[in-house]
């Protein structure tokens, strides 16, 4: 025992020694680094040890759950009355510890040395911790008393003491962190609830005070802005009355200067009116001898006259010019006319008219008209042929809305199968896209395929088949009935499905009993299976499963109808179902009735006559071919139609085109004889045009001789008259310049002093009316400086900021206007009921206090935000490591079970909420019998061998997972 051992993890006991300790007077062990056992009978000291390890390395008492107190410990041999237990702990890095404990039996508390020197059991516990030795924590240190109590700890008692003994510092933390969170979330929310309680009764309490505060609110608004209007009313009056007084002042001013201005204006005038007579005297003298020699010279000139000489001389030029005008006129007018002739002959030359035009034209009328008879005829059956069309198209519209309505029907069936039996209705639908999978036709639900006759039937087919059959598929082929039922039921999840199989019989393989005319003596009806119409394959169903050929129904009761019972088992009179049945023992008839009048029809409430629906699809059939064949007809004739039009509108093309030549060439052949005939009169000219010229000449040289010798003499007397007319001029404008001078300078004095007058007047009825003005507006202004305040020391003639956005928002700046918002905010003001003062810091008080519980409320849920944020970041790195050594122990513990012969399980089990990190915990599973379940791990599941093998497997089974020294179990 005493050889040295090769030890690797500080911690690790390398010796231990104990004098006068429970069973033991004085002995010492050497455990080795590896698996260490000790073996022996009851009551030999093999718990000792242990006990000895946990109160040494500071483990309690309690933690044994052997002992009740340390002064039991000592032996009671020993005559000192004390104990020790002594230990030697391998350190890797420096000189090994040896950690010792003294105790006695006289009641002293025990105390602890560690090389020698004393040391508390905090500082003892501070150094086991650093060597991450636990003696309280039974997943690292399990004496024999508390084995038995290892099932009994709960999943987070497990998983707790697992990672402590695994001895990760980080995850140990992180998960006390967690669990810290956890508790402050779930103060927060417990918080929370309080406060959304406390929440709600101040919002029911503010509730109660909503209407008086609503009004107090209105009442204080409209308060507030009567005194906003008010403010705003004594401002605009005293802006309003400041642009006045700037007004009078600028007009002040502007008087002032006007005055100044007009008295300079007078002055120059005056100087002028001074000598104004004086030079008006000596300008007449001159003006009256100027005019007398005008007068003299304008007569002389005046009665001199060359008019007729220059009219004379215009006639001759004129009448020379016409003469020249004549002749060239007409040698233009024969060159045109003779080029013309050319032309119009060679044209004629070139077209002549052909001499049987005129037949030719006739003979084509007369093919025009035939084609236009024969296409009046054609119009006339085209017409024919579309009324016919029309009609059949309305037929084909009449019976396809009869057909509509009727496979509106079949629609209701289907909708109360979907409404009924969902799970089949969607079965008839998968069917209608698979029908292809099967070897014979797959018939829908019977209530689909049955059409009743007489929408009186349906009662008693309904009421004899039943829900479960009417609600059935019917297959022809048996192996379709199994792959059918798998599609519906097993792939796509239909539990209320019903197929059958049945062969198509012929409704005659399925005869009555007894034929119509012997059941006419009881009020016979029908059968029930003549009351429909169904597929061959359903009918036969019906007829093998329900017998409804030989089911007979009778519209009344009578004499006769006591003989039924003995023909049929079951049959039907009126709304009565009878049905009969003969005692095996008696040999009695027995006759059972059920009242179905009373029974709605569902399922087959929407009949469907298929003799109707027959003959509606066979006449639309022949109605649609003969529309088709009427539109080929239509077709050809509208073709032979076109055929025929173009034909005319060919004929009227020849028949234009030989009329136009004709009536061409004869209007060429007049114009022609008209122009010979004109060219005929303009060959020569009527009069000799160089004679006559040279007449006209000779006549123009004397009238300009003797023109311009009396033009000569005019010249000078009017050179005379336009001297004497500019020195007059020159004279009467010098002398009206004077005179409108004196009258302008007349009137702009007496206007000057009449203006000057009244801007006198005017600028002192202004400066009164400034001085007054000024006054009243120094008291506007501070009125409305008491009200509001200023702007500013600089600016003292606006308001406030705050007052000015106030007055905007009013909407108007017109004193009218805001006269007329205060007289409705006073009106409003009287009608509404003023709140007590005390109410009024009731609800200013209710006010802040949900204000104050709001914001405790958000800064409660931010808070819990905070925590889940911390708490998933936090918990996203330590689930790695905690699923990981889970993982890890599970395939230890699993393994090693195996080897035992047994199985064995452990998980990680959560809480239900991410947040609940103390419901984490550690479950174990086992088994200890092939055949049997893994169980949980519990007091008095399992046997004590099964818990204690338990305990020891996951004790021992996974030490390379720990970073403990070591791990103890007794």
């Given at each position: 025992?005493?050889?040295?051992?090769?030890?690797?993890?500080?911690?690790?006991?390398?010796?231990?020694?104990?004098?006068?300790?429970?069973?033991?007077?004085?002995?010492?062990?050497?455990?080795?680094?590896?698996?260490?056992?000790?073996?022996?009978?009851?009551?030999?000291?093999?718990?000792?040890?242990?006990?000895?390890?946990?109160?040494?390395?500071?483990?309690?008492?309690?933690?044994?759950?052997?002992?009740?107190?340390?002064?039991?410990?000592?032996?009671?041999?020993?005559?000192?009355?004390?104990?020790?237990?002594?230990?030697?702990?391998?350190?890797?890095?420096?000189?090994?510890?040896?950690?010792?404990?003294?105790?006695n039996n006289n009641g002293n508390i025990p105390f602890w040395k560690v090389n020698g020197e004393k040391i508390s059991k905090k500082d003892l516990k501070a150094l086991t911790e650093e060597l991450q030795i636990q003696p309280g924590n039974m997943c690292?240190?399990?004496?024999?008393?508390?084995?038995?109590?290892?099932?009994?700890?709960?999943?987070?008692?497990?998983?707790?003491?697992?990672?402590?003994?695994?001895?990760?510092?980080?995850?140990?933390?992180?998960?006390?962190?967690?669990?810290?969170?956890?508790?402050?979330?779930?103060?927060?929310?417990?918080?929370?609830?309080?406060?959304?309680?406390?929440?709600?009764?101040?919002?029911?309490?503010?509730?109660?005070?909503?209407?008086?505060?609503?009004?107090?609110?209105?009442?204080?608004?409209?308060?507030?802005?009567?005194?906003?209007?008010?403010?705003?009313?004594?401002?605009?009056?005293?802006?309003?009355?400041?642009?006045?007084?700037?007004?009078?002042?600028?007009?002040?001013?502007?008087?002032?200067?006007?005055?100044?201005?007009?008295?300079?204006?007078?002055?120059?005038?005056?100087?002028?009116?001074?000598?104004?007579?004086?030079?008006?005297?000596?300008?007449?003298?001159?003006?009256?001898?100027?005019?007398?020699?005008?007068?003299?010279?304008?007569?002389?000139?005046?009665?001199?006259?060359?008019?007729?000489?220059?009219?004379?001389?215009?006639?001759?030029?004129?009448?020379?010019?016409?003469?020249?005008?004549?002749?060239?006129?007409?040698?233009?007018?024969?060159?045109?006319?003779?080029?013309?002739?050319?032309?119009?002959?060679?044209?004629?030359?070139?077209?002549?008219?052909?001499?049987?035009?005129?037949?030719?034209?006739?003979?084509?009328?007369?093919?025009?008209?035939?084609?236009?008879?024969?296409?009046?005829?054609?119009?006339?059956?085209?017409?024919?042929?579309?009324?016919?069309?029309?009609?059949?198209?309305?037929?084909?519209?009449?019976?396809?809305?009869?057909?509509?309505?009727?496979?509106?029907?079949?629609?209701?069936?289907?909708?109360?199968?979907?409404?009924?039996?969902?799970?089949?209705?969607?079965?008839?639908?998968?069917?209608?896209?698979?029908?292809?999978?099967?070897?014979?036709?797959?018939?829908?639900?019977?209530?689909?395929?049955?059409?009743?006759?007489?929408?009186?039937?349906?009662?008693?087919?309904?009421?004899?088949?039943?829900?479960?059959?009417?609600?059935?598929?019917?297959?022809?082929?048996?192996?379709?009935?199994?792959?059918?039922?798998?599609?519906?039921?097993?792939?796509?999840?239909l539990r209320k499905i019903n197929a059958f199989h049945s062969s198509p019989d012929p409704p005659d393989s399925f005869t009555h009993p007894y034929s119509k005319e012997e059941m006419s003596k009881y009020a016979f009806m029908e059968y029930i299976s003549?009351?429909?119409?169904?597929?061959?394959?359903?009918?036969?169903?019906?007829?093998?499963?329900?017998?409804?050929?030989?089911?007979?129904?009778?519209?009344?009761?009578?004499?006769?109808?006591?003989?039924?019972?003995?023909?049929?088992?079951?049959?039907?009179?009126?709304?009565?179902?009878?049905?009969?049945?003969?005692?095996?023992?008696?040999?009695?008839?027995?006759?059972?009735?059920?009242?179905?009048?009373?029974?709605?029809?569902?399922?087959?409430?929407?009949?469907?006559?298929?003799?109707?629906?027959?003959?509606?699809?066979?006449e639309l059939e022949q109605k649609r071919k003969q529309l088709k064949i009427n539109a080929t007809r239509q077709e050809t004739m509208a073709r032979t139609c076109e055929n025929i039009k173009a034909e005319i509108s060919k004929l009227n093309i020849q028949?234009?085109?030989?009329?136009?030549?004709?009536?061409?060439?004869?209007?060429?052949?007049?114009?022609?004889?008209?122009?010979?005939?004109?060219?005929?009169?303009?060959?020569?000219?009527?009069?000799?045009?160089?004679?006559?010229?040279?007449?006209?000449?000779?006549?123009?040289?004397?009238?300009?001789?003797?023109?311009?010798?009396?033009?000569?003499?005019?010249?000078?007397?009017?050179?005379?008259?336009?001297?004497?007319?500019?020195?007059?001029?020159?004279?009467?404008?010098?002398?009206?310049?004077?005179?409108?001078?004196?009258?302008?300078?007349?009137?702009?004095?007496?206007?000057?002093?009449?203006?000057?007058?009244?801007?006198?007047?005017?600028?002192?009825?202004?400066?009164?009316?400034?001085?007054?003005?000024?006054?009243?507006?120094?008291?506007?202004?501070?009125?409305?400086?008491?009200?509001?305040?200023?702007?500013?020391?600089?600016?003292?003639?606006?308001?406030?900021?705050?007052?000015?956005?106030?007055?905007?928002?009013?909407?108007?700046?017109?004193?009218?206007?805001?006269?007329?918002?205060?007289?409705?905010?006073?009106?409003?003001?009287?009608?509404?009921?003023?709140?007590?003062?005390?109410?009024?810091?009731?609800?200013?008080?209710?006010?802040?206090?949900?204000?104050?519980?709001?914001?405790?409320?958000?800064?409660?849920?931010?808070?819990?935000?905070?925590?889940?944020?911390?708490?998933?970041?936090?918990?996203?790195?330590?689930?790695?490591?905690?699923?990981?050594?889970?993982?890890?122990?599970?395939?230890?513990?699993?393994?090693?079970?195996?080897?035992?012969?047994?199985?064995?399980?452990?998980?990680?089990?959560?809480?239900?909420?991410?947040?609940?990190?103390?419901?984490?915990?550690?479950?174990?599973?086992?088994?200890?019998?092939?055949?049997?379940?893994?169980?949980?791990?519990?007091?008095?599941?399992?046997?004590?061998?099964?818990?204690?093998?338990?305990?020891?497997?996951?004790?021992?089974?996974?030490?390379?997972?720990?970073?403990?020294?070591?791990?103890?179990?007794?």
């Open positions: 025992m005493g050889v040295k051992q090769n030890f690797t993890v500080s911690g690790s006991i390398v010796k231990i020694t104990m004098q006068n300790f429970m069973t033991y007077k004085h002995e010492t062990f050497w455990p080795g680094p590896n698996f260490n056992v000790t073996v022996g009978p009851n009551g030999s000291g093999k718990s000792s040890i242990v006990t000895a390890l946990c109160i040494c390395l500071g483990g309690d008492l309690s933690s044994l759950n052997r002992q009740s107190d340390l002064a039991s410990l000592v032996n009671n041999d020993a005559k000192s009355g004390e104990a020790m237990v002594e230990i030697e702990l391998f350190m890797a890095e420096e000189k090994n510890k040896i950690v010792s404990v003294f105790l690292q240190f399990l004496p024999q008393d508390v084995v038995r109590d290892f099932p009994t700890m709960s999943s987070q008692q497990i998983f707790y003491n697992t990672v402590k003994a695994v001895g990760d510092t980080v995850l140990i933390d992180t998960y006390d962190r967690l669990k810290e969170i956890q508790i402050e979330v779930e103060q927060l929310e417990d918080q929370a609830e309080t406060k959304e309680t406390t929440l709600a009764n101040l919002e029911r309490k503010e509730k109660k005070l909503e209407s008086d505060r609503q009004i107090f609110e209105k009442r204080k608004t409209l308060e507030d802005r009567k005194t906003e209007i008010e403010n705003a009313i004594k401002w605009e009056k005293f802006k309003t009355l400041r642009k006045q007084v700037k007004e009078t002042r600028d007009k002040e001013r502007s008087l002032k200067g006007k005055i100044d201005g007009m008295e300079v204006k007078q002055a120059p005038i005056r100087v002028f009116l001074d000598t104004y007579k004086s030079k008006v005297a000596t300008m007449k003298e001159q003006i009256e001898q100027a005019d007398r020699e005008y007068s003299a010279c304008c007569t002389k000139v005046e009665e001199f006259d060359i008019a007729d000489l220059e009219d004379q001389l215009d006639r001759l030029v004129e009448q020379e010019r016409d003469l020249t005008q004549q002749e060239h006129n007409r040698l233009q007018n024969k060159n045109r006319i003779e080029r013309e002739i050319t032309e119009l002959r060679h044209h004629l030359a070139n077209h002549k008219l052909d001499p049987e035009t005129d037949s030719k034209i006739t003979e084509l009328s007369s093919k025009r008209s035939k084609h236009e008879n024969a296409a009046q005829r054609n119009e006339q059956s085209m017409n024919e042929i579309d009324f016919h069309h029309s009609t059949l198209k309305r037929e084909v519209e009449k019976l396809e809305r009869a057909e509509a309505q009727l496979q509106d029907k079949k629609n209701r069936k289907l909708q109360t199968l979907q409404r009924e039996n969902p799970d089949a209705f969607n079965g008839v639908m998968w069917l209608r896209d698979n029908r292809n999978m099967f070897r014979a036709p797959v018939h829908d639900p019977i209530m689909l395929t049955l059409d009743v006759k007489d929408r009186n039937f349906a009662r008693y087919v309904e009421a004899h088949i039943g829900r479960a059959d009417l609600e059935g598929f019917v297959c022809e082929d048996p192996d379709d009935v199994n792959l059918l039922t798998k599609q519906l039921r097993e792939n796509l999840r003549d009351m429909y119409s169904a597929p061959d394959a359903v009918h036969a169903y019906l007829c093998r499963q329900k017998a409804l050929h030989q089911v007979p129904v009778f519209r009344e009761e009578n004499n006769n109808s006591a003989q039924l019972k003995h023909k049929f088992h079951n049959y039907y009179i009126a709304n009565q179902k009878f049905n009969t049945r003969k005692s095996k023992y008696s040999g009695e008839l027995s006759t059972g009735m059920e009242d179905i009048g009373s029974r709605k029809v569902i399922r087959l409430a929407a009949t469907v006559d298929r003799q109707e629906v027959d003959r509606i699809v066979a028949i234009g085109e030989l009329r136009a030549a004709k009536k061409d060439f004869s209007s060429k052949q007049s114009e022609l004889t008209m122009k010979e005939r004109t060219l005929e009169q303009l060959k020569e000219p009527k009069f000799d045009l160089n004679s006559e010229k040279e007449k006209i000449r000779e006549e123009k040289r004397k009238v300009v001789k003797q023109l311009s010798e009396q033009m000569f003499k005019m010249r000078n007397l009017t050179e005379d008259s336009v001297k004497k007319e500019n020195e007059r001029r020159t004279l009467h404008l010098a002398f009206q310049n004077i005179e409108s001078e004196n009258s302008e300078n007349k009137e702009r004095l007496a206007g000057l002093d009449r203006e000057l007058e009244a801007a006198r007047a005017e600028h002192t009825e202004i400066t009164v009316l400034w001085d007054r003005d000024k006054r009243a507006l120094q008291e506007k202004h501070s009125e409305a400086r008491k009200a509001t305040g200023i702007l500013s020391d600089d600016v003292k003639y606006k308001p406030p900021e705050e007052w000015q956005k106030k007055f905007d928002k009013l909407g108007s700046s017109d004193e009218n206007v805001l006269a007329a918002l205060l007289d409705e905010c006073e009106s409003e003001l009287k009608h509404t009921k003023k709140i007590p003062d005390k109410t009024i810091v009731d609800i200013e008080a209710m006010k802040e206090k949900l204000t104050q519980a709001r914001e405790e409320k958000e800064q409660m849920e931010r808070d819990m935000a905070n925590k889940t944020h911390e708490a998933a970041k936090l918990r996203r790195k330590w689930i790695n490591g905690v699923e990981s050594l889970v993982e890890n122990i599970n395939d230890r513990f699993g393994a090693m079970m195996a080897e035992l012969g047994y199985a064995g399980q452990i998980s990680l089990s959560q809480g239900k909420r991410e947040i609940d990190f103390s419901s984490y915990g550690v479950k174990i599973q086992v088994r200890f019998r092939v055949g049997h379940e893994l169980q949980d791990l519990s007091k008095g599941t399992q046997s004590g061998g099964g818990e204690a093998v338990t305990t020891a497997g996951y004790m021992m089974g996974p030490p390379e997972l720990t970073q403990g020294p070591f791990r103890c179990v007794d």
